[in-house]
């Protein structure tokens, strides 16, 4: 293999396969392999930065200090030479390939699983694998800055272990499916500095201990006091409530007022209990009233005859940054179909309805999904949920996604359940970031929550957590999880819990004793108590009954007519285009009959529509239309939207009705009943 045979008219293919070989030295052919390693040919060097590679590698060679650089160690530093080191340009390009797996491959290595299991890896990770091999001594010769990582360390030496650890601990990174350039450069230094990782100050770290304790301790109330009751518990995956805490504060910290939570079953008491302020004893009630038919007829509240791990709830929590409203949506049995109900309850919450299309302004409020692993690998509503985040009439400038992956759904394992690695897989088809924790390090976590919301404050998109855990017990507290999952129920059962574990570090640390950390347990224990005690106290007690259900209607008439002058206005109003605006000729003739219409006869569905809509705005009611097709109107009926010929500009007449005091929004959806149908559920 010479270089003429590289350079010249097969240079194209050349260039490919040398970025093969950057990935990995062993998948190109070793003639090719000898040849860049030769670095003599046009290919190598108008790859981008290797020209400049082949520069500062021969200064480096002892005449020049790369920025930052220690003191050269002289057993390891080579001798100054004019000539190309051709080793030190492999090794630069081995580098190279290095980070790029680590950046790519790395979460294969990462220790994610709580119960241990052995990460596959992934050969491209290993620095002694590569050709050549990445020697301690080689790498102390390559500096960091060539190979544009964020971590400390000035050559590759010191970085490794570093970039080992960012990608590869406790904590891993999908972000290179990503196709926005600007996205990915931003993760990448955002992961690699760790700037959203920084270590938890002793009262922060006080606090995620008080949260998950208070988690533990609460469902392990419920389970002793109402022995084989449903609760869905957590446990496992108690470091979600932490992660919701840091959520709702940083949303507040952008401008956030609202914060909207959909999720399932899966640990929703404690949600219920510890996100939205839920009373203790409103909870307990609910469980009492499982026991005791009495409790329910004296409910205060009235029931809503569901079953309690599907209760909505709304509070309010004061932050650093303000109240903030959270609310957590009602739930039906039915999986993930909450999800595009949250998209549509977040919009409507961003928007402002008082003129023209509406104002949407994703900051004031932040949708939180919570997905079960393998509902979100297997409900189809989830991609379709998915595909309306970044379409204009849907999105919601980003939505935090949890998957509570307790590796198991109901008595299903993961490799029966979905053909992805990952349950998160789908959400890369969206170019959606996901980093994976494992949930028995909370400070993990709460660092992916961290940067999720700067994320989503950057650039408005989603952004995946896939929470890894565990079930510690059945699939609900009637279930015996040894039945279909031995080997992992004994694990567990030997497994110490979240708040055990980070108790221990903590209390290691000298940030807390551990009669300390007992003490917010017993509180949680006390409260409970309390609260138990108080609702027996008052169930014991005759309470009058409520008369009445809730009503089937208002009984109000409303009265719909609008005189005849106001509809004559109206119809004029709607005909106007801005004065450089054309209609096209044969739509111009339709809409042209309507000037007539009125007086002489002849009003079509479309035109009646559009006289509705208009009063309805200037009677301060706000319209939204969406669906597919929905500006023309599938039976070309309607037209709503018009379009330029000459420009392709657009103009909607109803935006611009003079005296409207309201929004009119119209959207073509994307070719989905199930998700749209639930985000305008949610939205209205
Ligand atoms: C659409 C739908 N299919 C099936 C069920 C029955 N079901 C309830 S929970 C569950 C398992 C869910 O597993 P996962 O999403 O991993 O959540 P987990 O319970 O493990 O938290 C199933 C199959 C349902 N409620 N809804």
Redesign the pocket.
């Known amino acids: 293999m010479s270089s003429n045979e590289v350079d010249g008219p097969n240079s194209g293919y050349a260039s490919l396969l040398l970025e093969d070989y950057l990935e990995n030295p062993d998948s190109v052919p070793v003639e090719w392999r000898t040849l860049f390693e030769s670095g003599h040919t046009g290919s190598v060097a108008s790859l981008p930065g290797l020209q400049r590679l082949l520069e500062v590698a021969a200064n480096w060679n002892g005449h020049e200090d790369p920025p930052g650089a220690p003191a050269p160690d002289p057993a390891v530093t080579a001798t100054p030479s004019d000539a190309i080191d051709e080793t030190l340009l492999g090794g630069v390009a081995a580098a190279m390939a290095l980070v790029k797996a680590h950046r790519m491959h790395g979460h294969l290595a990462a220790r994610l699983d709580p119960l241990g299991s052995e990460p596959m890896g992934d050969p491209a990770l290993d620095e002694t694998m590569l050709i050549p091999s990445l020697t301690p001594e080689l790498q102390s010769r390559i500096p960091s800055s060539l190979l544009r990582v964020h971590v400390p360390g000035p050559t590759l030496r010191e970085a490794l272990p570093a970039l080992k650890d960012v990608y590869c601990g406790t904590i891993a990174y999908e972000i290179e499916h990503l196709s926005d350039h600007a996205e990915r450069v931003w993760l990448r230094q955002a992961i690699e500095s760790g700037r959203y990782r920084q270590a938890l100050a002793p009262e922060e770290r006080t606090k995620l201990l008080a949260s998950i304790t208070r988690a533990e301790g609460f469902e392990q109330y419920l389970r002793k006091s109402f022995l084989g009751q449903k609760q ?1 518990s957590l446990e496992g995956l108690d470091t979600m409530m932490p992660m919701l805490d840091e959520a709702i504060e940083l949303a507040a910290s952008m401008g956030a007022h609202e914060v909207v939570i959909g999720m ?3 640990g929703r008491l404690n949600v219920l209990a510890h996100t939205t302020g839920h009373p203790y004893g409103s909870i307990l009630r609910e469980f009492e009233g499982e026991r005791t038919i009495d409790a329910v007829v004296m409910d205060e509240e009235g029931g809503t005859g569901d079953v309690k791990y599907h209760l909505p709830a709304t509070g309010t929590r004061a932050t650093e940054n303000g109240e903030v409203t959270i609310t957590l949506a009602p739930n039906p ?5 909450v999800d595009p109900v949250i998209e549509g309850w977040a919009r409507a919450e961003q928007t402002d309805r008082s003129s023209g299309a509406g104002i949407h302004d994703p900051s004031v409020a932040l949708p939180i999904l919570i ?6 690998a ?2 189809g509503i989830v991609a379709e949920t998915l595909n309306l985040s970044n379409l204009d009439g849907y999105t919601t400038g980003g939505t935090l996604h949890i998957i ?3 590796q ?3 008595t ?1 394992d993961p490799q029966e359940g979905r053909s992805t690695r990952y349950s998160s897989d789908l959400a890369k088809g969206f170019d959606i970031p996901i980093v994976h924790v494992n949930a028995d390090d909370p400070e993990a976590a709460v660092a992916a929550v961290r940067l999720a919301l700067a994320y989503r404050q950057e650039f408005g998109h989603d952004f995946v957590v896939d929470l890894v855990g565990y ?1 510690r017990f059945g ?1 609900q507290e009637q279930d015996e999880a040894a039945y279909t999952q031995p080997l992992m129920a004994a694990q567990v059962a030997d497994h110490p819990t979240a708040r055990e574990q980070y108790a221990g570090r903590l209390v290691a640390a000298g940030v807390l004793t551990q009669a300390e950390a007992d003490a917010v347990f017993e509180q949680t224990q006390a409260e409970l108590r309390a609260a138990h005690e108080e609702l027996k106290a008052t169930m014991a007690r005759p309470r009058p009954q409520k008369d009445g259900g809730i009503p089937a209607d208002t009984g109000e008439v409303v009265d719909t007519a609008v005189n005849g002058e106001r509809l004559e206005e109206l119809n004029v109003q709607l005909l106007e285009v801005p004065k450089d605006f054309e209609v096209h000729g044969k739509l111009l003739k339709q809409l042209e009959r309507r000037r007539v219409a009125l007086a002489g006869g002849g009003i079509d569905w479309g035109h009646a529509e559009a006289l509705a809509y208009g009063s309805l705005l200037v009677e301060g009611i706000p319209i939204r239309l969406s669906g597919q097709d929905t500006e023309r109107g599938t039976f070309a009926h309607r037209h709503a939207v018009l379009h330029d010929p000459r420009s392709g500009e657009v103009h909607v007449p109803l935006q611009h009705v003079p005296g409207a005091t309201a929004s009119f929004e119209v959207y073509n959806s994307p070719l989905s009943e199930y998700a749209c149908l639930g985000f305008e559920y949610g939205y209205s």
């Open positions: 869905f399932a079953h899966r049995s039915h999986l993930e179909a997905h079960g692993d393998a509902s979100f297997g409900q509570s992956n307790n198991v759904g109901f299903t079930r699939h």
